[in-house]
Protein backbone atom coordinates (compact mmCIF):
# COMPACT_ATOMS: atom_id res chain seq x y z
CA UNK A 1 0.00 0.00 0.00
CA UNK A 2 1.26 3.30 -1.21
CA UNK A 3 1.71 5.98 1.37
CA UNK A 4 -1.25 8.63 1.85
CA UNK A 5 1.06 11.80 1.15
CA UNK A 6 -0.46 11.55 -2.61
CA UNK A 7 -3.98 12.51 -1.42
CA UNK A 8 -5.52 15.94 -1.26
CA UNK A 9 -3.30 17.94 0.35
CA UNK A 10 -4.19 21.45 0.55
CA UNK A 11 -1.11 23.24 1.72
CA UNK A 12 0.27 21.80 -2.10
CA UNK A 13 -2.41 24.18 -3.40
CA UNK A 14 -1.59 27.05 -1.56
CA UNK A 15 1.78 27.26 -2.50
CA UNK A 16 1.05 26.47 -6.34
CA UNK A 17 -2.15 28.41 -6.36
CA UNK A 18 -2.92 31.03 -3.59
CA UNK A 19 -5.81 32.41 -5.59
CA UNK A 20 -7.92 29.17 -6.26
CA UNK A 21 -6.80 28.02 -2.97
CA UNK A 22 -8.19 31.23 -1.15
CA UNK A 23 -11.60 30.28 -3.69
CA UNK A 24 -12.00 27.04 -2.11
CA UNK A 25 -11.72 28.12 1.67
CA UNK A 26 -13.94 31.26 1.04
CA UNK A 27 -16.72 28.46 -0.31
CA UNK A 28 -15.88 26.53 2.45
CA UNK A 29 -16.59 29.87 4.52
CA UNK A 30 -19.71 30.30 2.60
CA UNK A 31 -21.34 27.30 3.19
CA UNK A 32 -20.16 27.09 7.21
CA UNK A 33 -21.47 30.48 7.57
CA UNK A 34 -25.13 30.63 6.07
CA UNK A 35 -28.20 28.75 5.83
CA UNK A 36 -28.19 26.15 2.43
CA UNK A 37 -31.72 25.79 1.31
CA UNK A 38 -30.86 25.07 -2.46
CA UNK A 39 -33.17 21.91 -3.27
CA UNK A 40 -30.28 20.46 -5.29
CA UNK A 41 -27.57 20.80 -3.29
CA UNK A 42 -25.76 19.25 -0.13
CA UNK A 43 -23.06 18.76 1.87
CA UNK A 44 -21.42 15.39 0.46
CA UNK A 45 -19.12 13.57 2.95
CA UNK A 46 -15.56 14.25 3.56
CA UNK A 47 -15.37 10.34 2.35
CA UNK A 48 -16.40 11.32 -1.00
CA UNK A 49 -14.54 14.13 -1.35
CA UNK A 50 -11.46 12.39 -0.51
CA UNK A 51 -12.45 10.02 -3.38
CA UNK A 52 -13.07 13.04 -5.58
CA UNK A 53 -9.60 14.77 -4.47
CA UNK A 54 -7.98 11.37 -5.90
CA UNK A 55 -5.60 10.18 -8.89
CA UNK A 56 -8.52 8.18 -10.03
CA UNK A 57 -9.01 11.53 -11.72
CA UNK A 58 -5.67 10.99 -13.82
CA UNK A 59 -7.19 7.54 -15.44
CA UNK A 60 -8.47 7.26 -18.80
CA UNK A 61 -10.91 4.27 -19.02
CA UNK A 62 -13.15 4.45 -22.14
CA UNK A 63 -15.95 1.14 -22.10
CA UNK A 64 -16.99 -0.83 -19.35
CA UNK A 65 -15.15 -2.97 -16.57
CA UNK A 66 -13.25 -6.05 -18.16
CA UNK A 67 -13.50 -4.29 -21.88
CA UNK A 68 -11.83 -1.05 -21.42
CA UNK A 69 -9.69 1.07 -24.80
CA UNK A 70 -6.97 1.50 -22.45
CA UNK A 71 -4.57 -0.85 -20.37
CA UNK A 72 -4.16 0.11 -16.49
CA UNK A 73 -7.73 -0.23 -15.68
CA UNK A 74 -7.57 -2.55 -13.23
CA UNK A 75 -7.82 -0.24 -10.28
CA UNK A 76 -10.96 1.39 -11.97
CA UNK A 77 -12.67 -1.22 -13.06
CA UNK A 78 -12.72 -2.04 -9.22
CA UNK A 79 -13.85 1.28 -8.42
CA UNK A 80 -16.91 0.72 -11.03
CA UNK A 81 -18.02 -2.79 -10.36
CA UNK A 82 -18.30 -1.55 -6.62
CA UNK A 83 -20.39 1.46 -7.66
CA UNK A 84 -22.71 -0.89 -10.48
CA UNK A 85 -23.42 -3.80 -7.54
CA UNK A 86 -24.14 -1.23 -5.18
CA UNK A 87 -26.29 0.56 -6.99
CA UNK A 88 -28.25 -2.48 -8.33
CA UNK A 89 -28.45 -3.39 -4.24
CA UNK A 90 -29.89 0.00 -3.07
CA UNK A 91 -31.99 0.62 -5.97
CA UNK A 92 -33.46 -3.39 -6.21
CA UNK A 93 -32.30 -2.94 -9.91
CA UNK A 94 -31.57 -5.32 -13.38
CA UNK A 95 -29.07 -2.60 -14.46
CA UNK A 96 -27.24 0.48 -13.45
CA UNK A 97 -25.12 2.59 -15.26
CA UNK A 98 -22.65 5.00 -13.21
CA UNK A 99 -20.94 7.00 -16.10
CA UNK A 100 -22.77 9.88 -16.87
CA UNK A 101 -21.25 13.14 -16.23
CA UNK A 102 -24.17 14.79 -15.07
CA UNK A 103 -28.13 14.85 -14.95
CA UNK A 104 -28.66 16.59 -18.25
CA UNK A 105 -25.75 13.99 -19.85
CA UNK A 106 -28.19 10.81 -18.33
CA UNK A 107 -31.10 12.19 -19.76
CA UNK A 108 -29.15 12.64 -22.73
CA UNK A 109 -28.30 9.17 -23.33
CA UNK A 110 -32.09 8.18 -22.01
CA UNK A 111 -33.23 10.03 -25.07
CA UNK A 112 -30.63 8.18 -27.44
CA UNK A 113 -31.14 4.79 -26.24
CA UNK A 114 -35.31 5.04 -26.71
CA UNK A 115 -36.04 7.74 -28.82
CA UNK A 116 -35.72 9.10 -32.79
CA UNK A 117 -35.06 12.62 -33.99
CA UNK A 118 -38.54 14.16 -33.95
CA UNK A 119 -40.68 11.70 -31.90
CA UNK A 120 -43.23 12.89 -29.52
CA UNK A 121 -41.63 13.19 -26.09
CA UNK A 122 -44.65 13.60 -22.82
CA UNK A 123 -42.99 15.26 -20.38
CA UNK A 124 -43.47 17.72 -17.44
CA UNK A 125 -43.87 21.59 -18.53
CA UNK A 126 -40.65 23.43 -17.66
CA UNK A 127 -42.95 26.33 -15.92
CA UNK A 128 -45.37 23.85 -13.70
CA UNK A 129 -41.66 22.29 -12.36
CA UNK A 130 -40.29 19.84 -15.31
CA UNK A 131 -36.58 19.99 -16.01
CA UNK A 132 -34.33 21.89 -18.83
CA UNK A 133 -33.51 18.55 -20.51
CA UNK A 134 -37.44 17.58 -20.53
CA UNK A 135 -38.55 19.93 -23.99
CA UNK A 136 -37.57 22.95 -23.43
CA UNK A 137 -36.83 24.88 -25.93
CA UNK A 138 -33.54 26.11 -25.95
CA UNK A 139 -32.06 22.62 -25.06
CA UNK A 140 -31.67 19.74 -27.25
CA UNK A 141 -34.65 18.12 -25.80
CA UNK A 142 -36.62 20.86 -27.20
CA UNK A 143 -34.79 21.07 -30.58
CA UNK A 144 -34.50 17.61 -31.23
CA UNK A 145 -37.59 16.06 -30.18
CA UNK A 146 -41.11 17.12 -30.41
CA UNK A 147 -42.03 17.58 -26.64
CA UNK A 148 -45.55 17.56 -25.17
CA UNK A 149 -46.09 19.51 -22.10
CA UNK A 150 -48.49 18.07 -19.56
CA UNK A 151 -49.53 20.34 -16.32
CA UNK A 152 -50.70 20.62 -12.95
CA UNK A 153 -54.24 21.64 -11.95
CA UNK A 154 -54.59 24.71 -11.43
CA UNK A 155 -56.51 24.17 -8.39
CA UNK A 156 -54.92 21.53 -6.87
CA UNK A 157 -51.83 22.42 -8.25
CA UNK A 158 -50.85 18.37 -8.52
CA UNK A 159 -50.05 16.63 -11.97
CA UNK A 160 -53.32 16.54 -13.57
CA UNK A 161 -53.02 12.53 -14.33
CA UNK A 162 -56.67 13.34 -16.77
CA UNK A 163 -54.49 15.81 -18.64
CA UNK A 164 -51.48 13.50 -19.15
CA UNK A 165 -53.72 10.66 -20.36
CA UNK A 166 -55.47 12.71 -23.21
CA UNK A 167 -52.20 13.96 -24.06
CA UNK A 168 -50.37 10.36 -24.40
CA UNK A 169 -54.02 8.72 -26.69
CA UNK A 170 -54.02 11.90 -28.78
CA UNK A 171 -50.23 12.23 -29.29
CA UNK A 172 -48.60 8.57 -28.59
CA UNK A 173 -45.42 9.81 -27.36
CA UNK A 174 -42.34 7.25 -27.33
CA UNK A 175 -41.63 8.60 -24.18
CA UNK A 176 -43.23 9.46 -21.06
CA UNK A 177 -41.54 11.35 -18.77
CA UNK A 178 -42.37 11.46 -14.79
CA UNK A 179 -40.55 13.62 -12.70
CA UNK A 180 -39.57 17.07 -12.06
CA UNK A 181 -36.93 19.98 -10.54
CA UNK A 182 -39.84 22.04 -8.48
CA UNK A 183 -42.54 19.89 -7.67
CA UNK A 184 -42.91 19.17 -3.94
CA UNK A 185 -45.60 16.17 -3.84
CA UNK A 186 -44.95 12.29 -4.44
CA UNK A 187 -45.40 11.19 -8.13
CA UNK A 188 -48.04 8.44 -8.59
CA UNK A 189 -45.41 6.24 -10.72
CA UNK A 190 -48.33 3.20 -11.18
CA UNK A 191 -50.64 5.91 -12.65
CA UNK A 192 -47.85 6.70 -15.27
CA UNK A 193 -46.88 3.02 -16.14
CA UNK A 194 -50.92 2.85 -16.62
CA UNK A 195 -51.24 5.28 -19.21
CA UNK A 196 -47.66 4.28 -20.62
CA UNK A 197 -48.76 0.69 -21.14
CA UNK A 198 -51.80 1.85 -23.25
CA UNK A 199 -50.33 3.91 -25.47
CA UNK A 200 -46.76 1.54 -25.66
CA UNK A 201 -44.66 4.24 -24.64
CA UNK A 202 -41.67 3.68 -22.55
CA UNK A 203 -41.80 4.74 -18.81
CA UNK A 204 -38.70 7.02 -18.02
CA UNK A 205 -38.82 8.82 -14.67
CA UNK A 206 -36.40 11.24 -13.96
CA UNK A 207 -35.33 10.97 -10.09
CA UNK A 208 -32.82 13.35 -9.87
CA UNK A 209 -33.51 15.26 -7.31
CA UNK A 210 -35.51 12.64 -5.45
CA UNK A 211 -33.36 9.74 -5.95
CA UNK A 212 -31.71 10.05 -2.27
CA UNK A 213 -35.32 9.60 -0.50
CA UNK A 214 -35.79 6.63 -2.50
CA UNK A 215 -32.32 5.51 -1.24
CA UNK A 216 -33.31 6.26 1.92
CA UNK A 217 -36.89 4.44 1.60
CA UNK A 218 -38.49 7.93 2.87
CA UNK A 219 -40.65 7.85 0.17
CA UNK A 220 -41.64 4.64 -2.30
CA UNK A 221 -39.38 3.70 -5.66
CA UNK A 222 -39.86 4.28 -9.30
CA UNK A 223 -37.63 1.30 -10.06
CA UNK A 224 -40.26 -1.02 -10.37
CA UNK A 225 -42.48 0.79 -12.47
CA UNK A 226 -40.26 2.45 -14.69
CA UNK A 227 -38.49 1.06 -17.87
CA UNK A 228 -35.42 3.43 -16.92
CA UNK A 229 -34.97 6.10 -14.00
CA UNK A 230 -32.33 8.96 -14.60
CA UNK A 231 -30.78 10.33 -11.07
CA UNK A 232 -28.01 12.63 -10.43
CA UNK A 233 -25.75 11.55 -7.13
CA UNK A 234 -25.55 15.14 -5.77
CA UNK A 235 -28.57 15.98 -4.17
CA UNK A 236 -30.61 13.87 -1.38
CA UNK A 237 -28.31 11.44 -2.53
CA UNK A 238 -25.30 13.59 -1.09
CA UNK A 239 -22.91 12.03 -3.03
CA UNK A 240 -20.25 13.58 -5.84
CA UNK A 241 -21.67 15.98 -8.75
CA UNK A 242 -22.80 13.41 -11.17
CA UNK A 243 -25.02 11.26 -13.10
CA UNK A 244 -26.77 7.65 -13.27
CA UNK A 245 -29.01 5.41 -15.14
CA UNK A 246 -31.19 2.56 -13.73
CA UNK A 247 -32.74 0.69 -15.54
CA UNK A 248 -34.56 -3.24 -16.55
CA UNK A 249 -32.08 -5.52 -17.76
CA UNK A 250 -33.52 -5.66 -21.15
CA UNK A 251 -32.37 -2.27 -21.77
CA UNK A 252 -29.15 -2.73 -20.96
CA UNK A 253 -26.52 -2.97 -24.13
CA UNK A 254 -29.23 0.10 -25.08
CA UNK A 255 -28.47 2.45 -22.01
CA UNK A 256 -24.93 1.80 -21.84
CA UNK A 257 -23.81 2.26 -25.76
CA UNK A 258 -26.26 5.16 -25.61
CA UNK A 259 -23.44 6.61 -22.27
CA UNK A 260 -20.76 5.74 -24.29
CA UNK A 261 -19.39 5.60 -26.97
CA UNK A 262 -22.63 7.57 -28.15
CA UNK A 263 -22.97 10.73 -25.69
CA UNK A 264 -19.75 10.81 -23.60
CA UNK A 265 -15.83 9.58 -23.98
CA UNK A 266 -13.19 8.53 -20.62
CA UNK A 267 -15.51 8.57 -17.53
CA UNK A 268 -14.55 10.61 -14.80
CA UNK A 269 -13.46 8.21 -12.56
CA UNK A 270 -12.95 9.72 -9.52
CA UNK A 271 -16.42 10.58 -9.70
CA UNK A 272 -17.20 7.53 -10.22
CA UNK A 273 -15.52 5.96 -7.08
CA UNK A 274 -17.11 8.92 -5.03
CA UNK A 275 -20.57 7.14 -6.25
CA UNK A 276 -19.62 4.02 -5.03
CA UNK A 277 -18.75 5.72 -1.54
CA UNK A 278 -21.77 7.15 -1.58
CA UNK A 279 -23.97 4.27 -2.71
CA UNK A 280 -22.56 2.53 0.91
CA UNK A 281 -23.00 5.39 3.01
CA UNK A 282 -26.63 5.83 1.76
CA UNK A 283 -27.35 1.72 2.22
CA UNK A 284 -26.87 2.43 6.17
CA UNK A 285 -29.65 2.77 8.52
CA UNK A 286 -28.09 6.25 9.54
CA UNK A 287 -28.83 7.35 5.94
CA UNK A 288 -32.10 6.46 6.43
CA UNK A 289 -32.98 8.17 9.16
CA UNK A 290 -31.49 11.15 7.18
CA UNK A 291 -33.56 10.57 4.43
CA UNK A 292 -36.81 10.61 6.45
CA UNK A 293 -35.46 13.83 8.40
CA UNK A 294 -35.34 15.40 5.51
CA UNK A 295 -39.07 14.72 4.47
CA UNK A 296 -40.12 16.02 8.15
CA UNK A 297 -37.85 19.08 8.14
CA UNK A 298 -39.58 19.89 4.54
CA UNK A 299 -42.57 19.88 5.94
CA UNK A 300 -41.74 21.73 9.10
CA UNK A 301 -40.39 24.30 7.02
CA UNK A 302 -42.94 24.42 4.63
CA UNK A 303 -45.91 24.75 7.54
CA UNK A 304 -43.54 27.15 8.79
CA UNK A 305 -43.10 29.49 6.34
CA UNK A 306 -46.96 29.12 5.37
CA UNK A 307 -47.21 30.74 9.42
CA UNK A 308 -45.30 33.51 7.91
CA UNK A 309 -47.80 33.81 5.27
CA UNK A 310 -46.22 32.38 2.64
CA UNK A 311 -48.20 29.81 0.79
CA UNK A 312 -46.96 26.49 0.00
CA UNK A 313 -47.74 25.76 -3.45
CA UNK A 314 -50.11 22.67 -3.18
CA UNK A 315 -50.18 23.03 0.12
CA UNK A 316 -47.20 21.08 1.21
CA UNK A 317 -44.84 18.82 0.61
CA UNK A 318 -43.81 15.02 1.12
CA UNK A 319 -40.37 15.52 -0.15
CA UNK A 320 -37.10 17.57 0.08
CA UNK A 321 -38.44 20.47 -0.83
CA UNK A 322 -41.73 23.38 -0.91
CA UNK A 323 -42.45 25.63 -3.55
CA UNK A 324 -43.61 29.06 -1.85
CA UNK A 325 -45.91 31.47 -3.42
CA UNK A 326 -44.74 34.80 -2.39
CA UNK A 327 -48.39 36.62 -3.68
CA UNK A 328 -49.81 36.96 -0.72
CA UNK A 329 -46.77 39.50 0.74
CA UNK A 330 -47.60 43.14 1.72
CA UNK A 331 -45.93 45.11 0.66
CA UNK A 332 -45.46 42.57 -2.52
CA UNK A 333 -42.35 40.34 -2.83
CA UNK A 334 -40.63 38.76 -6.34
CA UNK A 335 -39.01 35.74 -6.23
CA UNK A 336 -36.07 37.40 -7.59
CA UNK A 337 -36.04 40.36 -4.40
CA UNK A 338 -36.44 37.51 -2.07
CA UNK A 339 -33.45 35.53 -3.41
CA UNK A 340 -31.33 38.77 -3.40
CA UNK A 341 -32.41 39.92 -0.10
CA UNK A 342 -31.85 36.31 1.25
CA UNK A 343 -28.53 36.08 -0.27
CA UNK A 344 -27.95 39.31 1.67
CA UNK A 345 -28.89 37.46 5.36
CA UNK A 346 -27.11 34.59 3.83
CA UNK A 347 -29.86 32.77 3.54
CA UNK A 348 -29.16 30.72 0.12
CA UNK A 349 -32.37 29.96 -2.01
CA UNK A 350 -33.47 30.56 -5.65
CA UNK A 351 -36.31 31.97 -7.42
CA UNK A 352 -38.55 29.63 -8.92
CA UNK A 353 -41.49 30.15 -11.16
CA UNK A 354 -44.69 29.15 -9.15
CA UNK A 355 -47.63 27.31 -11.68
CA UNK A 356 -49.37 29.43 -13.75
CA UNK A 357 -47.15 32.16 -12.73
CA UNK A 358 -47.92 35.48 -13.66
CA UNK A 359 -44.27 36.70 -13.74
CA UNK A 360 -41.69 36.01 -16.29
CA UNK A 361 -39.18 33.51 -14.89
CA UNK A 362 -36.43 35.78 -14.13
CA UNK A 363 -38.58 37.75 -11.64
CA UNK A 364 -41.21 35.07 -10.61
CA UNK A 365 -43.46 34.89 -7.85
CA UNK A 366 -42.09 32.04 -5.70
CA UNK A 367 -39.18 30.76 -4.54
CA UNK A 368 -37.75 27.08 -4.00
CA UNK A 369 -36.29 25.52 -0.46
CA UNK A 370 -34.95 22.26 0.07
CA UNK A 371 -34.04 20.48 3.43
CA UNK A 372 -31.07 18.31 2.44
CA UNK A 373 -27.88 20.23 3.80
CA UNK A 374 -29.46 21.81 6.73
CA UNK A 375 -30.44 17.99 7.73
CA UNK A 376 -27.20 16.64 7.04
CA UNK A 377 -25.71 19.31 9.32
CA UNK A 378 -28.01 17.95 11.93
CA UNK A 379 -31.20 20.90 11.62
CA UNK A 380 -34.44 19.28 13.14
CA UNK A 381 -38.06 20.33 12.82
CA UNK A 382 -37.75 22.95 15.59
CA UNK A 383 -34.66 24.35 13.76
CA UNK A 384 -36.83 24.71 10.86
CA UNK A 385 -39.36 26.82 12.73
CA UNK A 386 -36.19 29.60 13.12
CA UNK A 387 -35.08 29.25 9.82
CA UNK A 388 -38.49 30.24 8.46
CA UNK A 389 -38.45 33.02 10.53
CA UNK A 390 -35.34 34.57 9.65
CA UNK A 391 -36.12 33.78 5.81
CA UNK A 392 -40.10 35.51 6.50
CA UNK A 393 -37.44 38.69 7.97
CA UNK A 394 -34.89 39.09 4.71
CA UNK A 395 -37.41 38.35 2.60
CA UNK A 396 -39.73 41.86 4.20
CA UNK A 397 -36.36 43.52 4.16
CA UNK A 398 -36.14 46.18 1.71
CA UNK A 399 -31.95 46.95 1.37
CA UNK A 400 -32.64 50.04 -0.28
CA UNK A 401 -33.63 51.35 3.05
CA UNK A 402 -32.06 52.17 6.00
CA UNK A 403 -34.40 50.20 8.17
CA UNK A 404 -34.20 47.22 5.72
CA UNK A 405 -30.76 47.57 5.75
CA UNK A 406 -30.47 47.21 9.71
CA UNK A 407 -32.90 44.12 9.24
CA UNK A 408 -30.72 42.25 7.31
CA UNK A 409 -27.66 42.79 9.31
CA UNK A 410 -29.30 41.47 12.45
CA UNK A 411 -30.73 38.42 10.38
CA UNK A 412 -27.21 37.75 9.57
CA UNK A 413 -25.83 37.53 13.69
CA UNK A 414 -29.19 35.52 13.96
CA UNK A 415 -28.30 32.78 11.08
CA UNK A 416 -24.43 33.00 12.40
CA UNK A 417 -26.11 32.40 15.65
CA UNK A 418 -28.06 29.34 14.78
CA UNK A 419 -25.50 27.85 12.58
CA UNK A 420 -22.59 27.99 14.93
CA UNK A 421 -25.17 25.32 17.00
CA UNK A 422 -24.67 22.89 13.97
CA UNK A 423 -21.74 23.50 11.99
CA UNK A 424 -21.59 21.95 8.28
CA UNK A 425 -18.17 20.58 8.07
CA UNK A 426 -17.42 21.17 12.14
CA UNK A 427 -13.74 22.72 12.64
CA UNK A 428 -11.28 20.11 12.85
CA UNK A 429 -8.56 21.01 15.59
CA UNK A 430 -6.15 23.45 14.50
CA UNK A 431 -7.99 24.26 11.88
CA UNK A 432 -8.29 28.23 11.50
CA UNK A 433 -10.53 30.29 14.48
CA UNK A 434 -12.47 27.89 16.16
N1 LIG B 1 -30.28 22.70 -11.46
C1 LIG B 1 -31.01 21.65 -10.83
C2 LIG B 1 -32.00 22.16 -9.84
O1 LIG B 1 -31.67 23.11 -9.16
O2 LIG B 1 -33.07 21.63 -9.70
C3 LIG B 1 -31.64 20.73 -11.79
O3 LIG B 1 -30.77 20.43 -12.81
Not at 225 to 247: F, N, Q
Not at 398 to 414: K, Q, W
Request: aromatic share 6%; proline share 6%; hydrophobic share 45%.
Amino acid sequence: MTDKFWGPDFDELERTDPEIADVVLSELDRQRAGLQLIASENLTSPAVLAALGSTLSNKYAEGYPGHRYYGGCAEVDRAENLAVERGKALFGAEHVNVQSHSGASANLAVYAAFAQPGDPILAMSLPHGGHLTHGARVNFSGKWFSPIPYHVDKKTELIDYDEVRDLALTHRPRIIVAGATAYPRLIDFAAFRKIADEVDAILWVDAAHFIGLVAGKAIPSPVPYADVVSATTHKVLRGPRGGMIICRGEHAKAIDKAVFPFSQGGPLMHSVAGKAVAFKEASTPAFQAYASAVTANAAALSKALEAEGMRAVSGGTDTHLALIDLRGLDPAVSGADAERRCDLARITLNKNAIPYDPAPPMVASGIRVGSAALTTQGFDEADMGRVASLIARAVSADPSTATGERELAAVVDDVTQLVATKPAYPRMAGEGPQ
